[in-house]
């Protein structure tokens, strides 16, 4: 699956839109026309990178960009000015671009904070796992696993919504039909939880189903 992208994007006709030449490349991108909209968005799409086309709106778009990092920290931000800008909130943006440049330049800019092609990606809900960086992000939070817990939110995410023997994962994750020593599972299970949930406590998405197994409810 190719990556997501969030485009804000006025109204404004003097400003050059690189939306059509980036759907062209199949990147799924969703244009909004305001900051507030954005927001609005953000944890709806679950998206991969932000775009913000300042000379397109009428705001410098540093409130724009703050307020989208302060929702989500780790949420890459592109910043595409005009010539004559300038632009102060170079902590809240990943990416700042002046006008003119290329459709080229900016791919360049944009491909290395992107996940990988959709050979290495699993999406499924609001579950998304990088599996070339072992990266996973969930309605907006974003944590890095071990191979062995990408692994096992491999294993899970490919029977959502289905019950997970707890012999089962010991199979496919640890290679093993011993299935004595729960606690290792279960101190697994624990960490996946604190990637996914908002509340670790009371998981919405990873869920035990008592003398079974687990099922990711997404």
Same mark, same amino acid.
């Given at each position: ?67 989208? =990092? ?13 010539? +004559?800008?300038?632009?102060?909130? +170079? ?28 050979? =290495?990606?699993? =999406?499924?809900? =609001? ?14 939070? +974003? ?76």
């Amino acid at each position: 699956m190719k990556a997501r992208i969030l485009w804000i994007e006025g109204k404004r006709t003097d400003s050059p839109s690189f939306v059509p030449a980036l759907r062209k490349k199949d990147y799924l991108v969703e244009v909004v026309s305001t900051g507030s909209a954005a927001l609005a968005r953000l944890l709806e799409i679950d998206p991969d990178l932000v775009v913000i086309n300042t000379p397109s709106l009428r705001t410098s778009g540093k409130r724009i960009c703050r307020d989208l =990092h302060e929702k989500i920290a780790t949420l890459p931000i592109v910043v595409i000015l005009s010539p +004559e800008q300038n632009f102060s909130g +170079e902590s809240c943006a990943r990416v700042v671009l002046k006008l003119p440049f290329t459709i080229r330049k900016l791919l360049n800019r944009i491909t290395p904070l992107l996940p990988g092609d959709g050979q =290495h990606m699993l =999406h499924i809900g =609001h579950v998304r796992l990088d599996l070339e960086r072992k990266r996973v992000r969930c309605q907006g939070r +974003e944590a890095r696993l071990t191979p062995r817990l990408t692994h096992l939110l491999e294993v899970l995410m490919q029977h959502a919504g289905e019950v997970v023997e707890r012999q089962q994962l010991f199979k496919e994750v640890w290679d093993t039909d011993y299935t004595l020593d729960t606690r290792t599972l279960d101190v697994h299970i624990s960490w996946l939880r604190e990637a996914l949930e908002e509340d670790p406590r009371k998981p919405q998405h990873l869920k035990t189903i008592r003398g079974l197994g687990y099922r990711l409810d997404v």
